[in-house]
């Protein structure tokens, strides 16, 4: 696991694909269970809206968002 | 080379009392196999794809029926900080394909046999690289340098 990723609420997790035409997955980061803001993060997955727990590897990346600070 | 430096997808977990259409679901979508099972932070289980199969699809088992009655428990773990080598044991002692990674008793990620093969393969290629291009092409013998 990646263990000093960092994400925060809002943000987008991509996992690349493995394989060739294999597409990349995204989910979005509802919590953070890590201390300050590290994985485990739990995620909510694109068109399902299904939820799990994520254990970012090597094949993921985070996509920060500017957040509101209102 | 520790365990985790091999370890090369991220790993999804579901907990225990969701379902197995969540399961297969999340399977679906993260584009992974196998889920790690966990009763809050501890791991109990794993299912994987072929269990949802077996275990539910053909048993006729509800949609809503939960995951932790078709995973696999108790799980093969290895410590992240561990020597791979140990993983190699571990896939050969057990007769699994894939293993679940912990620190400090947490799981991390999980670990394949499919994964390794390919590194190996990667390995063995470039190995062989060499070997193969002067079988191939043989080399001339470098002149003998003169004496004077």
């Not at chain 2, 520790?2 to 399961?23: L, M, N, Y």
């Not at chain 2, 289980?45 to 939960?66: F, I, P, Q, S, Y």
């Not at chain 2, 990620?109 to 063995?124: R, S």
Request: with cysteine.
């Amino acid at each position: 696991m990646q263990a000093d990723m960092h994400a925060s609420v809002g943000d987008r997790i991509v996992v690349h694909g493995h394989r060739v035409g294999e597409p990349d997955r995204d989910c979005e980061v509802l919590e953070a269970r890590g201390a300050d803001g590290r994985a485990p993060f739990l995620v909510r997955w694109g068109e399902s809206g299904h939820e799990s727990l994520f254990f970012p590897g090597p094949d993921a990346t985070v996509k920060h968002y500017e957040h509101a600070s209102h | 080379m520790r365990t985790i430096d091999g370890v090369r997808r991220s790993g999804v977990g579901i907990s225990a009392d969701r379902s197995v259409h969540d399961a297969a679901a999340i399977m679906e979508q993260s584009g992974v196999g196998a889920l790690a099972v966990l009763d809050g932070d501890l791991l109990v289980g794993v299912v994987t794809d072929r269990d949802l199969v077996r275990r539910a699809l053909a048993k006729r088992m509800e949609n809503d029926a939960r995951v932790d009655a078709v995973m696999s428990s108790p799980v093969v773990t290895i410590d992240a900080e561990a020597d791979l080598h140990a993983a190699f044991a571990l896939f050969r002692t057990h007769s699994v394909r894939r293993l679940a990674v912990v620190r400090e008793e947490q799981f991390v990620g999980m670990i394949t046999v499919d994964d390794l093969l390919v590194d190996l393969a990667a390995d063995l290629a470039d190995l062989a690289r060499p070997v193969t291009a002067e079988v191939l092409f043989a080399h001339r013998d470098s002149p003998v340098p003169a004496i004077a």
